[in-house]
């Protein structure tokens, strides 16, 4: 059974360009949240999306922004790099409902920016 | 607003001594309580979970968390470590809209 699978495993970007994230959810799993989880920290919520709208969002600018299809993957996009951006970028899924049992989560995105 | 606080940032300890990893938080409204752990270039796995009921939970490789209401803490607890136990541990809450709020982390560290 294939857990969470996040693409690419690893990114560098330069500062003011443009990136994309992209996540499978586990099979069965509908919901897909994104974290950031900056060095020596823990992760952050960024947004959650369900039935292909943004359902919550935490703390983060527009800059920030996602996308669920169809087939209940998602993308994360960050536009307008800044060097505080370098993050492991976090994706997991559950089911409405499901969250007080927790989530699964991918490996993560490493994104670097330099 | 909910919020974690992992009291120790970094925790040594020698194999097959006793562990534990202190956890408070602080919420306006109900909340679940967790425990992941993140092995080095891995995501966050799930060792246990507190919904009601019992205070005291059980989760995967031997640990278990004590709630206690009155203090707002979840304490994670081992009797005997592993070198392999060596990780980053998290403490999180979630309420029913389903954001999860995670503390800083605690390094685990258990030398030979």
């Known amino acids: 059974d294939a857990g969470v699978t996040q693409s690419p495993t690893h990114l560098i970007k330069t500062r003011g360009q443009q990136v994309t994230l992209r996540c499978s959810p586990k099979s069965g799993h509908d919901t897909v949240s994104w974290y950031q989880q900056a060095l020596g920290q823990g992760p952050q919520f960024i947004f959650q999306?369900?039935?292909?709208?943004?359902?919550q969002r935490g703390n983060f600018p527009d800059r920030f922004s996602g996308h669920q299809f169809p087939n209940y993957s998602s993308e994360l996009n960050v536009n307008a790099l800044l060097l505080g951006d370098s993050a492991l970028y976090l994706c997991?899924?559950?089911?409405?409902?499901?969250?007080?049992?927790?989530?699964?989560f991918g490996s993560g995105t490493r994104l670097t920016v330099v | 607003a909910q919020s974690v606080t992992q009291l120790d940032s970094q925790v040594p300890v020698f194999e097959e001594a006793p562990v534990e990893l202190r956890c408070n938080y602080s919420s306006s409204v109900s909340v679940y309580l967790f425990w992941y752990v993140q092995y080095p270039n891995q995501g966050l796995q799930l060792l246990l979970k507190?919904?009601?009921?019992?205070?005291l939970v059980k989760g995967i490789n031997g640990f278990e968390a004590e709630f206690n209401k009155s203090q707002t803490s979840f304490h994670l607890r081992k009797p005997s470590v592993h070198i392999s136990d060596t990780a980053e541990y998290f403490c999180a809450v979630s309420t029913n809209a389903g954001k999860s709020t995670f503390g800083d982390g605690t390094t685990l560290t258990v030398k030979p």
């Open positions: 999306y369900y039935e292909e709208e943004e359902r």
């Open positions: 997991a899924s559950t089911n409405p409902g499901r969250e007080r049992y927790g989530y699964t």
């Open positions: 507190y919904l009601s009921g019992s205070t």
